[in-house]
């Protein structure tokens, strides 16, 4: 079958659901796509499916198909090629295993972890509450309200680097503060 053959039944399929141009496609197409699969090493099974697969893509979006860009031969194993692309991928994707120790709930706290925590909060509340008050802003801004430096440079007014200077001096001042006490 020719390029223009194809092109001009890959038409009839897009502008009016043609089954007979469907089916014609799909005859010449679908032994090539699985023999491709094949090449590529899925077993004989997968190669049928993921054939099957890219002929039924080609009929739902055969009105995407644009001649200007690809031929169909090309369109259509573009198709299966990104097929076995996401086969592939699901593939490698581990199985759930709800008895791996990362999805089970962790223990509940210690009874004197409230207290310890209440203590560090109280410690990072009074060392930033020890800072100048731009640097406090700009540390606000950046890591509660989780805006980039360079909005929040462009909403202060303040050129970039004034902005990450004063954020790494803010923290270089809560870690001496923190690291003291410890």
């Known amino acids: 079958m020719d390029r223009q053959r194809q092109a001009d039944l890959l038409r009839q399929v897009a502008q009016a659901g043609d089954r007979a141009a469907f089916a014609e496609l799909f005859a010449y197409f679908a032994p090539r796509v699985k023999a491709y699969m094949l090449r590529q090493g899925a077993r004989e099974d997968v190669a049928e499916e993921l054939a099957q697969e890219s002929l039924v893509t080609l009929w739902r979006r055969a009105e995407t198909f644009d001649p200007a860009q690809a031929s169909v031969a090309t369109w259509v194993f573009t198709i299966a090629r990104n097929k076995r692309i996401d086969r592939l991928r699901r593939e490698r994707r581990p199985e759930f295993d709800p008895t791996d120790p990362a999805f089970q709930p962790d223990p509940p706290p210690a009874p004197d972890s409230h207290l310890d925590q209440a203590r560090?909060?109280?410690?990072?509340?009074?060392?930033?509450?020890?800072?100048?008050?731009?640097?406090?802003?700009?540390?606000?801004?950046?890591?509660?309200?989780?805006?980039?430096?360079?909005?929040?440079?462009?909403?202060?007014?303040?050129?970039?680097?004034?902005?990450?200077?004063?954020?790494?001096?803010?923290?270089?001042?809560?870690?001496?503060?923190?690291?003291?006490?410890?």
């Open 120 to 182: 560090d909060e109280e410690r990072v509340r009074a060392a930033l509450a020890e800072l100048p008050p731009e640097q406090l802003r700009l540390l606000e801004l950046a890591f509660f309200k989780d805006i980039s430096h360079r909005d929040i440079a462009e909403a202060e007014k303040l050129p970039l680097g004034t902005v990450k200077s004063r954020i790494r001096l803010a923290l270089a001042k809560l870690k001496g503060k923190l690291g003291e006490s410890d």
